[in-house]
């Protein structure tokens, strides 16, 4: 009888053994297969399907321009890729801000058509109500606070948010609501490393972090920025695992000489 080894699917309530165990939650963002297959092997707890695919698929300079069913597309891939995980999907820009009707719609969508596990939107008190209507329907929501860059107009830069006392306490109340309101976690994004570690001993969801120092419960990268993958972008909290970029580029200027110099395919690599 041969004995496999069960892989046991990472839930929500497995992130919140780990904050009460004070063990740190790792996430990552994937946008397709391949790279979801290799972050689901390495360990990662959670997978975002985040509406950076905005940027680093698609090309634009900020994360408005991605559509639900774009969204729809990259998560399905994802899923697909996985099987440990817990996958998370970005609702995006203009799919949930109108009423809390539209929200649980976008999110029934994403649950029904990709086969995620749960759903991120941005903001405090102004989705409370869509928040608790998706949970309403068994969706499991996290929150994301702080440098929320679906509204980056409204704020007209990306430099650290809630360094002022005014929008720092604006922070707390706003995840004190989104808990309240039964999210499962809550992203937080770029805000000083103190105002972080305050909110994670407060609640007792798991706090994520990304430019929020040490002081939470856990911590996400953008998968192409931690590979560097892309060369731009060098926010002082990224730290670069590899230099994708040019080993790729490298690899296939050697691919490029070899054709053009004859060398490939030699004799063993034709029929
Ligand atoms: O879209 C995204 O990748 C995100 C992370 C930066 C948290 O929301």
Redesign the pocket.
Known sequence: MSVQKEIKRVTTRTLQDLKQRGEKIS?L?AYDFSMARMVDAAGVDVI?V?????NVMAGHET?LPITLDQMIYHAASVIRGTNRALVVV?LPFGSYQGNSKEALTSAIRVMKETGAHAI?L?GGEEVVESVKRILSAGVPVMG?LGLT?QSIYKFGTYVVRAKEEEEALKLIHDAHLLQEAGCFAI?L?KVPAALAAKVASQLHIPI?G?GAGSGVDGQ???LHDMLGINTEFKPRFLRKYLNLHEQITGAIANYVKDVKSRDFPNDSESY
């Open positions: 996430m963002t975002l985040g509406d950076s695919a905005s994360t970005d991120k941005e994301h860059p992203v994004e994520i990304i996400v990268l953008v």
